[in-house]
């Protein structure tokens, strides 16, 4: 099983950065794909970007590409969601998940998920 508890979300002006992190218990960390999902006030939780077992393989959605990039380190149990050149529509609570499933964009396919942190982003 695995815990996990994000962190860094805030408030920002279009065009600002953020840095989130998601910190993970358990040993087993290294064997899950990791990923971001994000829901906007009266929408439907959506996916943002996952990051394979090692961190070699990257995958986002096309609303951030080239914007946000996900990192981890499986030293540190770690996950990271670098948020670049933020726009108002990037507003949402971002959740972090885990997933035993290789590939998966969707919730279906996360088993563990944090407590989501805020990021709004203001014009």
């Known amino acids: 099983q695995v815990q996990l508890v994000e962190s860094g979300g805030g408030l920002v002006q279009a065009g600002d950065s953020l840095r989130l992190s998601c910190a993970a218990s358990?040993?087993?960390?290294?064997?899950?794909?990791m990923g971001w999902f994000r829901q906007a006030p009266g929408k439907e939780r959506e996916f943002v970007a996952r990051?394979?077992?090692?961190?070699?393989?990257?995958y986002y959605a096309d609303s951030v590409k080239g914007r946000f990039t996900i990192s981890r380190d499986n030293t540190k149990n770690t996950v990271h969601l670098q948020m670049n050149s933020l726009k108002p529509e990037d507003t949402a609570v971002y959740y972090c998940?885990?997933?035993?499933?290789?590939?998966?964009?969707?919730?279906?396919?996360?088993?563990?998920w944090g407590q989501g942190t805020q990021v709004t982003v203001s014009s």
């Open positions: 998940a885990a997933s035993p499933l290789v590939g998966s964009t969707s919730e279906g396919g996360y088993a563990y």
């Open positions: 358990g040993h087993t960390f290294s064997t899950y794909v």
């Open positions: 990051i394979s077992w090692r961190g070699r393989t990257t």
